[in-house]
């Protein structure tokens, strides 16, 4: 019984909601109803929810009346200005669908008829049923937008104005496509270079004002006249010149008698050093074995390490010289002629002697004869005199044979073109591992190139490195290579080629010839430049940059100091 009274319970409460549900969808098809709806309506018989024909008739009046009002209202205000177009929230009654308000529907115009007739119930339901559809409405936010586009109204110059006078500024529409903006941007962009053209050259970013512009027409041109004295005063500066001139050549003869001149280039060519106090140590390298700090004395005693002190004697560890080489060189004994051959007769004989000894042995077959046509009857005899045709033929061929041999022989011995190239190299080239010959040279003027040739192709067929620096009056060079190849370029440089064919104007303007002078030769441990290559320094300064990145700048500094001592002697 509990259960049926339960189930009894559940289904009524079903119902009742089922009929709460469809009462208000009846009441939402009511509000958005069509008024053809409502007559339907009217002339049926009316149920307890829905409206009667007098109450109809009166919805109907009061539309009638408000729209009359609005036409009005919107007259009035065009008589004077246009009013613009504005988005507002309207009350439930504006926010209604446009069948309802034109009938005059409201929601505080049917809820008093309901209560008249004494249906709370229904009036509530339908009270908040406008509730919802109210608040449904002012969600969606609907905007008034104005039906008819506002008149265009032009004044005496052709502009855009209201109602009121005052001038209006269209909107223009803007370009949704890319190609389209793209378009715009350049039209803009033209009309800002037309604007901005610049008539005055003066004011142009690019005008250059140092160079003048050239006239269509050419002006004639106008005498000019020297000025009263001009001539004068170059004859007084010519002179003054001429003075100054002889002034410091004298001064010149009397620096290079009492020989100041030379030693003050020379300090002008040593490279500047700063030395100050800072720069001396408190202890010398050789003495910070046995001293501490410093050479100061406490009570008489200086500061030792007693630890470093004994009484033994420390032997330096014996190195070998670098230019010693690893393997000890024998004295190579030198033969003459006559003790050459004999040696040579007695290697043959005993390569002899040993092959005769295996062919009795039998481990080799005996020789065929050495036939010529010289012992052809004396070594066949009889056979010759038989058919001497066959055997001149036989005679023949193994001439043949032999010769062939012989060439054979030869061409096995032969070098390849690469052989002869790597014995040609090792014939010249030598071994620098254990000292590289340095030799460094002074030309005075090397600007023929036929002797610039001979001094870059000469170094470089003896396989020799190094540079040339060509400088105005002193040209260095400085080659790398072998004792050989340093005897056979030093030769090259001072005896081959002629230096004193070509003349040289020296610092006084007189014509000397040029010489090439062998500045310093010597040894070093290891090569300092690459392949020879020529090196044009104009100032002084470059020159020895240039030596000095390949740690040789004392090079420079000994040919420099003499190429200018011996300008100084020369004047």
Request: some cysteine.
């Amino acid at each position: 019984m509990k259960t049926n009274h339960r189930s009894t319970k559940k289904r009524h409460y079903e119902s009742s909601a089922r009929t709460e549900d469809k009462e208000v969808k009846r009441a939402k098809m009511t509000a958005d109803i069509e008024p053809v709806s409502f007559v339907t309506a009217a002339s049926s018989t009316p149920s307890p929810g829905q409206l009667t024909a007098i109450q109809i008739k009166e919805m109907m009046a009061n539309a009638q009346k408000m729209i009359e009002e609005r036409k009005r209202a919107l007259n009035a205000l065009r008589a004077h200005e246009t009013p613009p177009v504005r988005s507002v929230s309207f009350r439930a009654e504006e926010m209604m669908p446009l069948n309802m308000s034109c009938i005059g529907f409201s929601p505080t115009s049917v809820i008093p008829s309901f209560i008249q007739r004494g249906d709370p119930d229904k009036a509530k339901k339908i009270a908040n049923l406008q509730a919802q559809i109210q608040s449904k409405l002012s969600a969606t936010g609907r905007v008034l937008v104005q039906d008819k586009p506002a008149p265009l109204i032009l004044n005496k110059e052709g502009r855009t104005v209201d109602v009121s006078g005052k001038e209006v500024q269209l909107s223009h529409p803007t370009p949704t496509l890319k190609a389209n903006i793209r378009a715009k941007k350049r039209e803009e962009f033209r009309q800002q270079l037309a604007e901005h053209v610049v008539d005055n050259l003066s004011e142009a970013k690019f005008f250059d004002p140092r160079i003048g512009a050239k006239p269509s027409v050419r002006n004639k041109r106008a005498l000019r006249f020297h000025e009263p004295g001009k001539f004068q005063q170059l004859a007084n500066s010519m002179r003054m010149k001429a003075q100054l001139d002889k002034l410091q050549n004298e001064i010149s003869q009397i620096a290079k008698k009492t020989g100041i001149s030379s030693a003050t280039k020379l300090a002008l060519i040593a490279p500047k050093t700063e030395t100050t106090e800072d720069d001396v140590p408190n202890v010398e390298w050789w003495d910070s074995v046995i001293l501490n700090d410093n050479y100061v004395e406490k009570d008489g005693v200086f500061n030792l390490k007693e630890s470093a002190i004994s009484n033994l004697v420390e032997h330096p560890t014996q190195l070998r010289p670098p230019t010693e080489p690893m393997k000890p060189a024998y004295m190579p004994v030198f033969l003459t002629k006559k003790e050459r051959k004999k040696l040579r007769r007695q290697n043959r004989r005993e390569a002899w002697k040993e092959e005769q000894e295996k062919i009795r042995l039998g481990l080799e077959p005996p020789p065929e004869p050495k036939l010529r046509i010289s012992n052809l009857m004396r070594v066949l005899g009889t056979e010759a005199v038989q058919d001497p045709t066959k055997v001149e033929a036989h005679v023949r061929e193994q001439m043949v044979k032999r010769q062939k041999a012989h060439e054979e022989a030869n061409a096995a011995r032969r070098l390849t073109a690469e052989q002869k190239r790597d014995k040609k190299v090792r014939k010249i080239a030598e071994d620098t591992t254990l000292g590289v010959y340095v030799t460094v040279y002074r030309i005075s003027d090397l600007s023929n190139a036929a002797k610039k040739y001979k001094v870059e192709t000469n170094a470089k067929q003896l396989f020799m490195t190094g540079c040339v620096v060509l400088f105005k009056d002193c040209n260095v060079v400085v080659v790398e290579g072998g004792a050989k190849q340093q005897k056979k370029y030093k030769r090259l440089m001072l005896s081959r080629i002629k230096w004193e064919e070509d003349t040289v104007k020296n610092r006084e303007g007189q014509e000397v010839p040029n010489k090439c002078v062998l500045i310093w030769e010597g040894t070093i441990k290891e090569r300092n430049f690459g392949e020879m290559k020529f090196k044009v320094c104009p100032t002084e300064k470059l020159a020895r940059e240039h030596f000095k990145k390949h740690s040789v700048e004392h090079y420079w500094d000994l040919a420099y100091s003499e190429a200018v001592l011996g300008a100084s002697e020369d004047v």
